[in-house]
């Protein structure tokens, strides 16, 4: 009589079950995830950019391609969108090249330990700008000419930070050599070019705000 009145929420078999389901299913979709996960940040080849297949890290050669950030209705966010092709301080890289020199451009951020003070997809310090769209941002676009490109404009900067000085928290001289800067400068526009869903949130509105507030200037 007292095994018949037993709740089932009390019997030892039925929680030694549900834990060996909660596992296999938890381990199944683990599994999953990580695969979808792996799938998801291999970086694409440059085939991949010239038959316009998109990849959220495009190939090194990405560096070759004009990038913009834009608003994504579907998904509700900014996207970085891929153009045409364009030169790269004067050159068009192979992907041996652009691989090469995106390597120069991590362990330089690396050595340099620029997360000391900025963000890079997520990750460092808050004390500087983020980095993570730092191609992207309009105030290079204002410098371009000036440089004859906006990655001369980048690369000026990161050599003589001191003399470009733009904010109130200055960088300090890392002594950046020329070779290092056009890295860097090619490390920052691949990550640009990183699907990041969305991150940092709400960069295009800053950047059309910028705009708005050159055009409202003049």
């Not at 440059?46 to 579907?74: E, W």
């Not at 000391?116 to 997809?121: A, Q, S, Y």
């Not at 105030?139 to 000026?156: D, H, N, P, R, V």
Request: hydrophobic letters at 40%.
């Amino acid at each position: 009589m007292e095994n018949e009145n037993a709740s089932v929420w009390s019997s030892v078999r039925f929680w030694r079950r549900s834990a060996g389901w909660v596992t296999g299913v938890s381990a199944m979709l683990l599994i999953f995830l990580t695969f979808d996960s792996v799938g998801q940040i291999t970086m694409g080849t440059d085939d991949d950019l010239k038959n316009k297949i998109t990849k959220r890290v495009p190939a090194p050669t990405v560096i070759n391609y004009h990038i913009d950030y834009k608003m994504s209705q579907k998904r509700g966010h900014e996207v970085p969108v891929i153009g045409e092709k364009e030169l790269f301080f004067g050159k068009n890289w192979s992907e041996e090249e652009a691989r090469a020199l995106l390597h120069l451009g991590k362990l330089t951020s690396q050595a340099k330990n620029c997360m000391n003070c900025h963000t890079l997809l997520g990750n460092g310090a808050y004390y500087a700008p983020d980095l993570t769209k730092a191609w992207l941002d309009p105030t290079w676009e204002t410098l371009a000419e000036a440089f004859g490109g906006k990655e001369y404009a980048i690369s000026a900067f990161l050599q003589d930070p001191a003399g470009m000085a733009m904010h109130k928290r200055r960088m300090p001289n890392l002594n950046i050599t020329e070779d290092e800067a056009k890295g860097l400068v090619a490390f920052l526009k691949h990550m640009s070019s990183i699907d990041t869903n969305g991150f940092p949130r709400n960069f295009s509105k800053s950047v059309e705000q910028f705009k708005q507030g050159e055009t409202n200037a003049h």
